[in-house]
């Protein structure tokens, strides 16, 4: 069985050049199968709004949304790390609700953090959340919250001067207190900088092998989720076409009437003469 991750271990990961890995899980049964994995980090994002609930972005996910998945995924992995996003408008409009919001979704679903999108101009609320006493992931990049903002879903830091602006904010939220960063669809090269330019671990997605640790949604490395495809996912099992298989398989049987057999079957004899 493996070790649970402690926000200690992230930085000594790094200061060991420890690569490690990061996926997304949205329920109960998807967290205890990561949490049997060597996997070492659950995100529950919001990004369940697509996977789970079929929006077309993450901007009407709740809190309560995150809360009820969150700790559904804490129920189901004891052994892994588990991050929890706070949602489109649960930090944007002040730092007291911000805290507010952090708090409530860290004490609700027993997360070991949350997560939230932003650099320079989130720091103040980062370092009012973290005082309050929840940690905080960084998220910067390609910022899914604020997608529309960016231009859409687009590769950022292609620039010098957009590439310059990642790096401060990764030292923004390294100073802020952040443990950890999440660094979302940028060149491999930008994403090499910015590991190289922080003390703490760049959790890439999208951002190349040089970052300190892999983050990939489950759906779609598991070529679950056909909707939306992005360069970077690699599908290491096609589980949708496997389930496909086992629910027409047994539409077939349930037709057909081989299903179920004897063997999936009660055979207790049961007298009903007298009915």
């Given at each position: 069985m493996k070790k649970k991750m402690s926000i200690l271990d992230f930085k000594k990961y790094?200061?060991?050049?420890?690569k490690f890995a990061y996926v997304t899980a949205y329920d109960y049964t998807m967290a205890s199968i990561v949490d049997d994995s060597d996997?070492?980090?659950?995100?529950?994002?919001?990004?369940?709004?697509?996977?789970?609930?079929?929006?077309?972005?993450?901007?009407?996910?709740?809190?309560?949304?995150?809360?009820?998945?969150?700790s559904a995924v804490v129920r189901g992995a004891k052994n892994t790390f588990?991050?929890?996003?706070?949602?489109?408008?649960?930090?944007?409009?002040?730092?007291e609700e911000a805290v507010k919001n952090a708090?409530?979704?860290?004490?609700?679903?027993?997360?070991?953090?949350?997560k939230l999108e932003g650099g320079t101009e989130y720091v103040d609320t980062i370092k009012t959340i973290i005082k309050a006493g929840v940690p905080v992931m960084g998220h910067i990049g390609l910022t899914p919250q604020s997608s529309t903002m960016l231009g859409g879903f687009?590769?950022?830091?292609?620039?010098?001067?957009?590439?310059?602006?990642l790096i401060e904010d990764a030292k923004a939220l390294e100073e802020a207190g952040c443990f950890s960063i999440v660094l979302e669809c940028v060149p491999s090269v930008v994403g090499k900088k910015i590991a190289e330019s922080v003390k703490v671990p760049i959790l890439g997605i999208g951002a190349?092998?040089?970052?300190?640790?892999?983050?990939?949604?489950?759906?779609?490395?598991?070529?679950?989720?056909?909707d939306f495809k992005p360069k970077f996912v690699k599908i290491f099992a096609n589980v949708r076409d496997e389930m496909l298989k086992g629910l027409n398989a047994y539409h077939e049987e349930s037709v057909n009437g081989t299903f179920p057999s004897e063997e999936y079957s009660f055979n207790k004899k049961v007298d009903l003469s007298d009915l």
């Open positions: 790094k200061e060991e050049k420890r996997v070492e980090i659950i995100l529950v994002g919001d990004s369940l709004g697509m996977t789970m609930l079929g929006y077309d972005s993450t901007v009407p996910v709740t809190v309560e949304d995150m809360i009820h998945h969150g588990i991050t929890v996003d706070m949602p489109f408008g649960s930090y944007e409009v002040s730092k708090v409530k979704i860290f004490k609700e679903t027993g997360c070991d953090c949350v687009k590769v950022q830091g292609t620039t010098p001067e957009s590439a310059k602006k190349g092998k040089d970052v300190d640790c892999q983050v990939i949604v489950l759906q779609d490395m598991l070529g679950m989720y056909p």
